[in-house]
C-alpha cells in the first residue's frame, strides 16, 4: 500500500548533517530512504531513533555512489517500498585536498562521483516520480563553488558542476519539479584534520571572515533544506547561502 505521507530520499544521511535533516524532515511528515555508505551502526540506530515515532516510516539503503549501477537502484527501492517520491536531497558528499601537482586520477573520480556524478544519475533516476509528486530536489553546494578554497580544487570543481546542474535541472524539470541548492559555510568542522594549533588557526581565521562571527548548525541547514522542499513554491534554480554571510567578506 502506498504511503500518503510525502517521501524523500536522503543521501549521506546516517551522520553529521545527512542526519539532522532526516530528523527535520521526519518531523514534518516525511518517510524517509535513508542511504548510507559505511555508517551502518549510526544508520542503523538512527532508523531505530525515528522508527520508534513511526512505525514504518524509515527504508535504510546502502550504497556506494560511486558504483553508478546503485543510483537508479536506490530510487527503485524507495518507490517500492513507499510507493512514491515527493524529495531528493543530494546530500552526499567527498572531501579532500588536491593539491596541483599531486592531484591522482582516483581522486578526480573519487571526488566528482558523490559531488556530481551521483547527485545528477539519481535526479534523473528519481524525475518521473518527482514531476507525478510535484516534488522538488535540494542540493546541498558549498560556498567553495564560488570561491575556490586553496589546494582543493576539484572538490570546488565537482561542487561548481552541482551549482550547475541545480540551475539547469530547474528549467529543464519546471514546472513540475523544483531544484535549489543550500551552499553551507562553516558547519561542522572536519572530523579528521591534521597539524594541530594550525587547524584550530584556521578555525578561528574563518570565523573572523564570517560576519555573523560563528558557526552554523546542523539544525539550522536541515531547516533550510526542509523549507525548499516544503515551503518555497515560487522558487527554483536558487542557493540559499547559509554561511553567516562569509559570501560579503574580502
Known sequence: ?????????????ARR???AIVRRLHAAGHDIALHYRGSATEAEALAGELEAMREGSVLLLQADLAEFDRLPELVAQAIGRFGRLDALVNNASAFEPTPIGTTTPAQWDRLFASNAHAPFFLAQAAAPHLKAAGGAIVNLTDIYADRPLREHTVYCMAKAALLAMTRSLAVELAPEVRVNAVAPGAILWPEAQDGGDSCSTAQVAMLARTPLGRTGTPEEVAEAVRWLLMDARYCTG??????GGRMLST
Do not use: S
Open 238 to 243: 536558487q542557493v540559499l547561502h547559509l554561511d
Open 1 to 13: 500500500m502506498p504511503t500518503q505521507r510525502p517521501v524523500a530520499l536522503v543521501t549521506g544521511a
Open 17 to 19: 548533517i545527512g542526519a
